[in-house]
């Protein structure tokens, strides 16, 4: 018997949080987080540094090849 009131509460906590939109305060926020507006002053890495073409070019003739059974 308890099951269904426990389903109802469920249902009406869902339903409170799918309509509920708060005002959100972004310059709160972002003083929370401490962020800024700047971009970020490290490099980014090339992933393709350091690759072995030659490896991928073998792998390139072998599947060209039709040997991939």
């Known amino acids: 018997m308890?099951?269904?009131r426990?389903?109802?509460k469920q249902?009406?906590?869902?339903?409170?949080l799918k309509y509920f939109s708060?005002?959100?305060d972004y310059d709160a926020l972002?003083?929370?987080l401490g962020t800024h507006d700047r971009r970020p002053s490290m490099p980014v890495e090339d992933t393709d540094a350091g690759r072995d073409?030659?490896?991928y070019d073998e792998y390139a003739d072998?599947?060209?090849n039709g040997?991939?059974?």
């Open 62 to 64: 072998w599947a060209s």
């Open 53 to 55: 073409d030659d490896e």
């Open 2 to 4: 308890g099951r269904g």
């Open 30 to 32: 972002q003083q929370e």
């Open 67 to 69: 040997r991939h059974h």
């Open 6 to 8: 426990q389903k109802a």
């Open 22 to 24: 708060p005002s959100t």
């Open 11 to 16: 249902t009406k906590v869902a339903r409170e």
